[in-house]
């Protein structure tokens, strides 16, 4: 997807919401669809039943009141329609006639033939007579007396009714019903019947086919009005975030880094994305600023050399008995030296950190002060993971300073504590004030008593040593010595062990 944001969360938001209203639309309509279809199917269940009961309960098929405006059929085993409503004309595209005439109800002949009294059952009071004169109870029948037969009562099948869905026609107009049957077993041995009656399925599709309209309609505008409050919204909650951009790209036209984005009153992102937006800003002029000093700085201290070097090329030109080559050569020295001071720490700037291997500090040590009158003072002999030449350099930078400034006695202590190597160059020197200790890791630093080009170098040796330390993960910090002179203290992780 292209083109804004705004955009792409308006249409992004308007296709969820309508998703969400489709499924749910067709849940509702299926919902309703089988509900209706289920009332439909209890009422043509009611009505079966009711008319079952009435059977079962002795009501002769001729007074049963047939609902005219729901199709009722009642059947006997064979299938023949002993009944049917009025004005039912078809069922299932079969016609539907229902009997001429009224049969005759099942119970008149089982009735009437239970009812009338044999000549076996008459007594006479005359035999009564003769029965007490025999000693037998007065009032007592025959053994040979017939009682009265019971008539056999009705009963409607037991389980479910069985459905159906199927057409009829009523009063003219076919439509599609659900059936619910039912099975009668007549009183008095009438037989079995099957009750049958329907409830129209039209009415539930109608309602349903209306309700799908009104989703229809009613979806566009719904969703018509989602995207424009989306597209409202997220104008709003994304006009900070186009005053930071207008702002950053002022900055960038105008390469005014001292300018910062505006910060929303809000606690959100944005407001974050802002705060840490010009925290950027802030970190990048530092970076503009100490890049334009390095420059500024470098230029200067390759100036003097430069310049010494061709005063004094351009005297033994002109009087070559004048040339002083020891002069000369300290002078190209001194600017080879600053000259690899300088692309060691352009290196350093731009994240140049060569393969570590596992280096024994206590052989570096001995190493970095062979041919030097400082003195050792091993206490533990950690490993540490770096490199070499740079370790070195470091040392070899600490040591010089401490040479630069002793008066008696430089001291190398070694130990380990904290999981960390600690190696200290100490000296008995004036030492160094405490408002110096973090300016003298400067580049281009050197404090008043070493100004001068011959003694205190261009002020690189300690930056260069901070800057390595900390590419290896370490620290280097000043403090006073047991001497009183300054103790440079050394801090590296120690190597895990193999």
């Known amino acids: 997807m292209r083109g804004s944001l705004r955009t792409r969360t308006t249409v992004a938001a308007t296709a969820v919401v309508a998703v969400a209203l489709v499924i749910a639309g067709l849940a509702v309509v299926l919902l309703l669809r089988a509900n209706l279809a289920s009332q439909a199917q209890l009422q043509a269940e009611v009505t ?29 085993a064979t299938g023949k329609v002993l009944a049917a409503s009025e004005k039912l004309t078809a069922l299932n595209g079969q016609p539907v006639q229902p009997p001429t005439a009224n ?15 044999t000549p076996s059952s008459t007594v006479t009071n005359d035999d009564n007579e003769g029965d007490d004169e025999r000693g037998r109870g007065g009032d007592e029948p025959d053994d040979d007396e017939t009682s009265t037969p019971q008539p056999q009562p009705g009963r409607v099948a037991e389980g479910d009714a069985e459905y159906s869905t199927g057409t009829a026609t009523v009063d003219g107009r076919t ?26 399925l039209a009415t539930a599709r109608d309602a349903v086919s209306s309700v799908s309209r009104t989703m229809l309609i009613g979806l566009p505008l719904l969703l018509a009005v989602v995207a424009l409050v989306t597209w409202m919204v997220t104008r709003r909650a994304l006009a900070p975030v186009e005053a930071i951009r207008t702002e950053l790209a002022g900055i960038t036209a105008a390469r005014d880094l001292r300018r910062r984005v505006p910060v929303p009153d809000s606690r959100d992102e944005v407001a974050r994305l802002a705060r840490t937006t010009n925290d950027t ?75 570590p291997e596992r280096i024994q500090v206590t052989d570096l040590v001995r190493d970095a002060v062979e041919g030097r009158t400082a003195r050792l ?85 300690l ?29 590296l992780p120690l190597a895990p062990s193999s």
Request: avoid cysteine.
């Open 463 to 491: 930056a260069i040593a901070r800057d390595l330390a900390q590419a290896h993960g370490g620290t280097l910090t000043v403090t006073t010595s047991p001497q009183g002179g300054a103790s440079f203290n050394l801090h």
């Open 175 to 200: 439509a599609e019903y659900r059936f619910a049957a039912l099975k009668v077993t007549l009183p008095a041995g009438g037989g079995d019947v099957t009750v049958q009656a329907g409830a129209e």
């Open 377 to 461: 003072d091993l206490t533990a002999e950690p490993v540490v993971l770096g490199n070499k030449t740079r370790l070195s350099r470091i040392l070899g930078n600490l040591l010089d300073n401490a040479e630069r400034h002793t008066r008696q006695e430089v001291r190398v202590v070694v130990s380990s504590t904290g999981g960390q190597a600690v190696i200290q160059v100490q000296d008995d020197g004036p030492g160094v004030p405490e408002a110096d200790r973090d300016r003298i890791f400067e580049r281009f630093v050197r404090l008043d008593d070493a100004r001068s080009r011959d003694e205190g170098g261009a002020g690189l040796g």
């Open 103 to 117: 049969p005759k109800p099942a119970t008149t002949s089982a009735t009437s033939s239970a009812t009338r009294p």
């Open 48 to 76: 079966a039943q009711q008319l079952a009961s009435q059977l079962a309960g002795g009501t002769p098929i001729t007074k049963l009141d047939l609902d005219d405006e729901r199709p009722v059929r009642i059947t006997n």
């Open 281 to 355: 800003l802030t970190a990048l002029e530092t970076s503009v600023a100490q890049q334009r000093g390095f420059v500024a700085d470098a230029s200067h201290e390759l100036r003097s050399p430069i310049a010494s070097l061709r005063t004094q090329l351009e005297v033994a030109a002109a009087h070559p008995e004048l040339l002083e080559l020891d002069e000369l050569l300290a002078d190209t020295v001194r600017l080879q030296h600053l000259a690899a001071d300088l692309l060691l720490l352009a290196r350093l700037d731009a994240g140049d950190h060569p393969d």
